[in-house]
């Protein structure tokens, strides 16, 4: 009889980006998070559906399942815990309000038909440096978790060879960067979870004036470490507030309201009443500033233990391209590897990697494309007039031919990304070099604020002819200055700053992506495109129901399903002649 397979269920729940994730005799063949299923952003309750792609996918059943592997150990590190919730007993009513929020985890088991299934709990954030860790398995590396908290650390530092990973170091509650980013993003008048990417890119449009202030709210210690300034951020006196309504999670603002007024001159922004002034700009750009001098000082300390020129990045915060694309610059590590779900969706991936106990492949080749194709979610859209290619060379071709002329194409192509960025699959392009192409997709398509700019999909060979000491960035996960002699060609996606942040496509793991661009590139000389999420206030569309009803509301000129083309001019004159019916299908 041949052997058991081994069949590994990750599930992340309980905070933002609740995930499900499938690891099958040492491969990775499935990860998605619930928020692109339910179309509530940042979903935060059990993955049903996304743990029901997964073994779909693989052709499994729930039963099949051998073990589930969970990212979460309450009681981790209990002596430090018990020692603070001593101190300030307020802690213990706040954990009891968070276990609340969600259904008791066996039911949910049983619903979905996995109670049999071995129990694999570990540490959060040995699941978060799991998932760099497997982007370079044979390469040995220094690791950084950073992020919020997770089981009582907010970072953690490790070292990594072909045999096994080993923790140098952490930072415990109450000390968090990922705090101190959140807070002042709240502060700035930015109150929704996930609004950390806003501060980010309003930063580029000010200047550091508020860093001496800010270097006191949070301050480096020896070592690997730093203290949040616990006047400016009570969070033991009056303990952070985390809720679930209805899926979606919210964190109350957590910082002192006249501490920070005092030490600022200024008091946080109401954003109902309150427009963005150059205050905020200058303070969004001193928050940007102070955040990379702490994280900086991190990897000099993890440098100073490993000595190792590459380094794997994880955690919440290594979302923070701006600061991801100066860590060569900045510090001795020169390899950079990203996960592409850094956040808490990564972490049902890294608990199926640590309970496979081996080196685990990612299908596919691309570690952020692991989610469904638009076959297997089923959703087809209801407009019938529409243009089919039969072959993939023509589409490419009349795709580049529409970009080349200013107009916007959404595309739902291939398997849908894992992780926040969207990678070509579930994006919406566009040409870079017309100037008001950015302000054009902020207004009319995305309906976002103007100062939030755009990143391009570049052909990697082609992108340190573009950009100053760029590395591969396969996630779209770092940020680097355009050079001065091309940035006229491509106003777009050069932000106020100069910069860009950049996905590196290749054609190994992205042929029809890579396909594209080659011909965008043959039209214009440009070898990138405009990428943005296709999305409008809402997750990245996952089904053609979902991208046709985004592209209907937004200024989108073209829908491409696979290789069908759906136009906005001809399904407006189609609507208008009552004729959608009797249209027919063209073959290319």
């Not at 259904?103 to 088991?109: G, I, M, Y």
């Not at 370079?136 to 990594?160: I, R, W, Y």
């Not at 739902?412 to 990678?423: D, I, Q, V």
């Not at 919406?428 to 976002?448: F, T």
């Amino acid at each position: 009889m041949p052997p058991r397979s081994s069949i590994i269920l990750g599930i992340s729940f309980g905070h933002g980006d609740s995930s499900a994730a499938l690891v099958v005799d040492g491969h990775l063949v499935a990860a998605a998070e619930e928020e692109r299923f339910t179309r509530t952003k940042h979903y935060a309750l059990f993955p049903t559906e996304a743990a029901k792609y997964c073994l779909q996918h693989a052709g499994l059943k729930p039963s099949d399942v051998t073990i589930l592997a969970i990212p979460k150990q309450q009681w981790k590190h209990a002596g430090r815990r018990f020692q603070a919730y001593w101190k300030h007993p307020q802690l213990f009513s706040t954990a009891g309000k968070r276990r609340e929020t969600a259904p008791k985890l066996s039911n949910w088991l049983k619903e979905m038909g996995l109670a049999r299934a071995r129990m694999f709990s570990c540490e959060h954030h040995l699941a978060h440096l799991a998932t760099a860790r497997c982007l370079k398995p044979e390469e040995p590396m220094a690791l950084l978790s950073l992020d919020g908290m997770g089981d009582f650390t907010s970072a953690t530092m490790a070292v990594a060879d072909e045999q096994k990973t080993q923790v140098l170091d952490r930072i415990f509650f109450p000390h968090s960067l990922g705090y101190f980013y959140t807070g002042m993003t709240q502060y700035l008048g930015f109150p929704h979870y996930g609004d950390e990417f806003k501060v980010m890119g309003l930063s580029s449009y000010g200047t550091p004036r508020y860093l001496p202030v800010l270097r006191e709210l949070i301050r480096e210690t020896d070592g690997f470490g730093f203290e949040l300034n616990l006047e400016a951020f009570p969070i033991l006196r009056n303990p952070i507030q985390f809720r679930i309504e209805k899926g979606q999670p919210y964190i109350d603002p957590f910082f002192s309201t006249g501490f920070l007024t005092q030490c600022l001159g200024i008091g946080p922004r109401n954003p109902k009443r309150q427009p963005i002034e150059q205050v905020h700009r200058d303070l969004a750009k001193s928050i940007q500033c102070r955040f990379e001098e702490v994280a900086d000082h991190l990897l000099h300390a993890l440098y100073a233990k490993t000595g190792m020129k590459s380094l794997g990045l994880s955690g919440g915060c290594a979302h923070n391209s701006v600061w991801v694309g100066k860590i060569p610059k900045r510090t001795p590590f020169q390899n950079i590897y990203v996960a592409p779900a850094c956040h808490d969706a990564g972490l049902a991936a890294g608990a199926a990697i640590l309970a496979a106990r081996s080196i685990v492949s990612v299908e596919g080749g691309h570690w952020g494309l692991l989610g469904p194709t638009i076959e297997e979610m089923g959703q087809p859209a209801d407009p019938k007039k529409k243009k089919h290619f039969s072959d993939e060379a023509s589409l490419v071709r009349w795709a580049a031919e529409r970009l080349s002329q200013g107009e916007i194409i959404g595309l739902a192509h291939g398997r849908l990304e894992f992780g926040p960025r969207a990678l070509g699959s579930r994006s919406i392009l566009a040409d870079p070099r017309y100037p008001g192409m950015r302000d054009r997709l902020n207004e009319r398509v995305k309906h976002r604020e103007t100062f939030r700019p755009f990143a391009a999909s570049v052909l990697a060979e082609y992108q340190n002819d573009w950009f100053f000491n760029s590395f591969h960035s396969p996630h779209m996960e770092a940020v680097f200055e355009v050079k001065p002699a091309v940035r006229d060609q491509i106003p777009a996606v050069v932000h106020a700053d100069n910069t860009c942040r950049i996905q590196s496509v290749e054609k190994e793991t992205q042929s029809f992506y890579w396909n594209l661009i080659e011909a965008f590139r043959q039209l214009t000389g440009i070898p990138m495109l405009i990428n943005t999420s296709f999305n409008d206030s809402e997750p990245i569309v996952a089904s053609e129901k979902d991208a046709m009803a985004c592209f209907l509301k937004s200024d989108l000129d073209h829908l491409i399903v696979d290789q069908t083309v759906y136009s906005k001019a001809e399904l407006t004159e189609a609507s208008t002649t009552k004729d959608l019916d009797a249209s027919q299908s063209v073959t290319a």
